[in-house]
């Protein structure tokens, strides 16, 4: 398990999180590796320890054919773990003879030695079981350590937050309980208070003190304001940025803090890879095999749904073309012919193979048109997707990904309307009494925006459904051909070798 500062209460305290890989490579040599199961069942702490101390600094013993190829690694893992409780400790016997710095600052610069491979493999080498147990000597290691590097003043929560990267950042979030749209909104700013910061703190020669990495003050967070407002609107913004209103000081003052106690919990040195946790929390399953869908991109989840109906469907439609439509559709998506070829093989003109390529795509598109009905269900969609998902959009999502594009596509006063509306949750009379204009007027401005996106999203459909008929034929041919052009195939193998 791994620490985490939990400041959702009036004091700070510690949490402790699993981490899954770890449990199940620990389940798996209590099940499979007698000595390890004997001391698990005897609560031989020290023993467990030596255990990992043996495999993680004896890699080249012999490994057991049920044990990961990873046993070395995670063995490094689990003592890294094991020392975070030494990491506390140690923290709180600095922070008690020096009250400078609050403890969860000394807490981080531990883990970074911890968590830094290198260094702690060299603490290790050098450590003898007989003279203490493991947590006693890390204890007094990180204790000299931290006061080492305070002394120096190696570390700033500020340094911290302007190095970090988007991606740690990010990380460190989900895993401090932050979601969109929040995340995309504390990126944004992050990125304009350094620039700030900079150039106000660490590059000019008038503030600048001893101390690099000065706190930043009111000023700071209110020119990053100014910045982050004059830029929400651009293109380049994200979507839940645009959307949402104008910060102030304070407010951006309170989401930089957010983002430094984000980063102290979870450094990226603390867990060098991501974990199972916030990959789950981010949406994304690393289990999940490549699909059909994941040739067109990411098809949406409404679509999958659809994925059994509509695959039976199109091979029903298939069966009703005749054999010269199917030998064409055979050439072209599974031999992959192009169009001349195909003209000369039966004798005609480019143009006419062109023209029966659309009809059958024309007749299949229809057929899909059936299931799926786009005008009927587009209405509604978007309805529930303004409602719903406007403000935190799922960027997994193609259809959503299709509506945020389509969004930033609409006139300003569309988009300012859509913003009050359906982030900020104005009502409709104090929208008009912002803009100045009648209730009535308000109404109609949102439909027709609605009505604009419902537009937007039928093109990409047709873009959309064309792309997944493409990818289906080409799939479908090569995996059945047999079964579906029985009567022709020899004879079209024979052609083509």
Not at 111 to 121: E, G, S
Not at 322 to 349: C, D, H, P, R
Not at 418 to 436: K, N, T
Request: proline letters at 3%; a neutral charge.
């Amino acid at each position: 398990m791994y620490m985490t500062i939990d400041s959702t209460l009036n004091h700070k305290v510690i949490r402790w999180q699993a981490e899954p890989h770890l449990q199940r490579n620990f389940d798996l040599y209590s099940t499979q590796h007698e000595d390890f199961a004997l001391l698990l069942s005897r609560g031989s702490q020290r023993g467990l320890v030596e255990f990992w101390l043996d495999i993680a600094l004896n890699s080249f013993s012999p490994r057991q054919a049920w044990e990961p190829e990873s046993r070395v690694s995670k063995a490094w893992e689990h003592l890294k773990l094991y020392c975070e409780e030494s990491c506390y400790r140690a923290a709180t016997l600095v922070w008690k003879e020096d009250k400078y710095r609050c403890w969860e600052e000394y807490i981080f610069l531990a883990r970074c030695l911890v968590y830094d491979t290198a260094r702690f493999q060299a603490i290790l080498t050098k450590y003898n079981p007989s003279d203490s147990p493991l947590d006693v000597y890390m204890t007094e290691v990180l204790r000299k350590t931290i006061k080492d590097e305070a002394t120096v003043a190696k570390f700033s929560k500020w340094r911290l937050l302007c190095k970090k990267s988007d991606k740690e950042l990010r990380e460190a979030l989900v895993r401090y309980g932050r979601l969109e749209p929040e995340i995309s909104r504390f990126l944004f700013a992050r990125k304009y208070f350094k620039q700030v910061y900079q150039v106000n703190k660490i590059q000019n020669s008038t503030t600048r003190t001893q101390k690099r990495w000065v706190d930043p003050d009111i000023t700071d967070f209110e020119e990053t304001a100014q910045v982050y407002n004059s830029q929400k609107l651009l293109s380049m913004a994200p979507h839940q940025v645009a959307v949402g209103a104008e910060v102030s000081g304070n407010e951006v003052q309170r989401w930089m803090e957010i983002c430094v106690l984000a980063l102290q919990n979870y450094p990226k040195s603390i867990t060098p890879s991501v974990s199972l946790e916030t990959m789950y929390a981010l949406g994304q399953d690393i289990e999940s095999s490549r699909g059909l869908y994941d040739d067109v991109h990411g098809i949406t989840s409404y679509a999958s749904s659809l994925w059994r109906h509509t695959d039976i469907v199109l091979q029903d439609e298939l069966l009703k073309f005749n054999s010269e439509q199917q030998e064409i559709i055979y050439m072209y998506y599974s031999l992959g012919w192009n169009q001349n070829q195909i003209a000369a093989k039966f004798g005609v003109t480019q143009g006419a193979i062109a023209r029966r390529l659309q009809t059958i795509e024309r007749r299949l598109i229809q057929a899909i048109g059936k299931i799926k009905q786009p005008p009927q269900w587009v209405k509604e969609y978007i309805a529930n997707w303004l409602c719903c998902n406007y403000e935190t959009p799922d960027n997994l999502d193609l259809i959503h990904t299709v509506l945020v594009a389509g969004v930033k596509r609409l006139k300003v006063e569309f988009q300012d309307l859509l913003r009050l509306y359906y982030a900020q949750r104005l009502d409709v009379s104090m929208i008009a009494v912002r803009l100045g204009i009648s209730s009535e007027a308000v109404d109609s401005l949102i439909y027709q925006a609605q009505c604009e996106l419902e537009v937007i999203l039928l093109k990409e459909l047709d873009i959309l459904i064309r792309k997944f008929l493409s990818v289906w034929l080409t799939k479908q041919y090569k995996k059945n051909h047999k079964h579906v052009l029985a009567p022709c195939t020899n004879q079209l193998l024979a052609v083509s070798n």
